[in-house]
C-alpha cells in the first residue's frame, strides 16, 4: 500500500477519533444508559468511567457507575466508589440512594436506612431513590418495600425500565414470583426488549417451568442472536433435560 493508500485508510479511524473526543461526557453517559438497559453492566461501567475523563464533575456518570457495580454484584466496590462520588456531591439523592443499595446488600442494614432516608429527604421525587428504598426494605425482609416500587412506578409511567429494575431487585432476594409479574409488566410495554424474556427466562427456570422458560430464551435470541445469557439459559435446560433422563433411567433400573 503506497503511503498516500495508508494516509486514506487510517483518515475515517482518525475522524471517528477526533469525533468521540469532541462529543464530550453527555455523549458517554447516553451510550452507558443505552448499554446498562441491555444488561450490558460491564460496558456500562467502561462508558460511564469514559464520561467521567471528559467531567469529574457528572454526577450522572458518578451514579451510573455505581449502580453498574451494584448489578455486577460487586458491591464493596460500588460503596469505595459511592464514597469518592460523595465527597463532590454529598446530597445528591441518587447517589445517597446507590449507597443505601451497596450497604444493604453487604448486610449493613441499619446505615443503609439511615442513607436511604437521607435520599428521600433530598430534593424532587425520582424513580431511582424509590427503587432503592425497595431495595434496602427488601433486604430487611419488610412489606413495605411493595409500596416504595409502586412510587417509583408512579414517577415513571409507561417506562418498561421500571418494572425490569423491580424485577432485577426480586431476583436478587430470590423472589421469582413477583419478579415475573414485573417482567410481564414490563414486556407488556416493550415486547422487543431482549433483555426482558432473558430475565423472564431466568424466572421460570428458577421456577421450576421449563417448557415457558424455553420459550422465553428462545424469543430473546429471536431478537438478539448474539445474547449470551439466552444461550446459556437454553444450555442450563438442556443440562437438566439431559440429567432427568439419567435419573429415570436409574429409577428404572433399579426399581423393584
Given at each position: 500500500m503506497?503511503?498516500f493508500g495508508?494516509l486514506?485508510?487510517?483518515?475515517?479511524a482518525?475522524?471517528?477519533a477526533?469525533?468521540?473526543?469532541?462529543?464530550?461526557?453527555g455523549?458517554?453517559?447516553?451510550?452507558?444508559r443505552s448499554a446498562?438497559?441491555?444488561?450490558d453492566f460491564?460496558p456500562?461501567?467502561?462508558?460511564?468511567a469514559?464520561?467521567?475523563?471528559?467531567?469529574a464533575?457528572?454526577v450522572d456518570?458518578?451514579?451510573g457507575?455505581?449502580?453498574?457495580l451494584?448489578?455486577l454484584e460487586?458491591?464493596?466496590?460500588?460503596?469505595?466508589?459511592?464514597?469518592?462520588?460523595l465527597e463532590?456531591f454529598p446530597?445528591a439523592?441518587e447517589?445517597?440512594a446507590a449507597k443505601?443499595?451497596a450497604?444493604?446488600?453487604l448486610?449493613?442494614h441499619?446505615d443503609?436506612?439511615?442513607l436511604s432516608?437521607?435520599?428521600?429527604?433530598?430534593?424532587?421525587?425520582?424513580?431511582?431513590?424509590?427503587?432503592a428504598?425497595g431495595?434496602?426494605?427488601?433486604?430487611?425482609?419488610?412489606p413495605?418495600?411493595?409500596?416504595?416500587f409502586?412510587?417509583?412506578r408512579?414517577?415513571?409511567?409507561?417506562?418498561?425500565l421500571?418494572?425490569?429494575?423491580?424485577?432485577?431487585i426480586?431476583?436478587f432476594?430470590?423472589?421469582?414470583?413477583a419478579?415475573?409479574?414485573s417482567?410481564?409488566e414490563?414486556?407488556?410495554?416493550s415486547?422487543a426488549?431482549?433483555?426482558?424474556?432473558?430475565a423472564?427466562?431466568?424466572?421460570q427456570?428458577?421456577?421450576?417451568?421449563?417448557?415457558?422458560?424455553?420459550l422465553?430464551?428462545?424469543q430473546a435470541l429471536?431478537?438478539?442472536?448474539?445474547?449470551?445469557?439466552?444461550?446459556?439459559g437454553l444450555?442450563?435446560?438442556?443440562?437438566?433435560?439431559?440429567a432427568?433422563?439419567?435419573?429415570?433411567?436409574l429409577?428404572a433400573?433399579?426399581?423393584?
Open positions: 503506497s503511503r495508508k486514506e485508510f487510517d483518515a475515517p482518525q475522524d471517528a477526533v469525533k468521540a473526543e469532541a462529543r464530550g461526557a455523549h458517554w453517559v447516553a451510550e452507558a446498562f438497559a441491555r444488561g460491564e456500562a461501567l467502561r462508558l460511564f469514559r464520561a467521567l475523563e471528559f467531567d464533575k457528572c456518570a458518578w451514579v457507575q455505581v449502580r453498574s451494584i448489578e460487586q458491591f464493596r466496590e460500588a460503596r469505595l466508589w459511592a464514597d469518592k462520588a463532590h446530597e439523592p447517589l445517597l443505601s443499595v450497604l444493604a446488600r448486610g449493613e441499619d443503609a436506612m439511615i432516608d437521607a435520599s428521600l429527604g433530598g430534593a424532587g421525587d425520582l424513580p431511582y431513590v424509590w427503587l428504598r431495595d434496602v426494605l427488601s433486604a430487611r425482609r419488610e413495605r418495600a411493595d409500596s416504595c409502586e412510587r417509583a408512579s414517577l415513571a409511567p409507561g417506562d418498561w421500571i418494572p425490569w429494575l423491580i424485577a432485577r426480586r431476583q432476594y430470590r423472589q421469582f414470583a419478579a415475573l409479574k417482567l410481564q414490563a414486556i407488556v410495554l415486547p426488549e431482549a433483555v426482558l424474556w432473558v423472564t427466562g431466568q424466572c427456570l428458577a421456577l421450576g417451568l421449563q417448557d415457558a422458560a424455553q422465553s430464551f428462545t429471536q431478537l438478539s442472536p448474539h445474547s449470551q445469557p439466552a444461550q446459556a444450555n442450563t435446560l438442556r443440562g437438566q433435560g439431559f432427568g433422563r439419567i435419573a429415570s433411567r429409577k433400573l433399579f426399581r423393584p
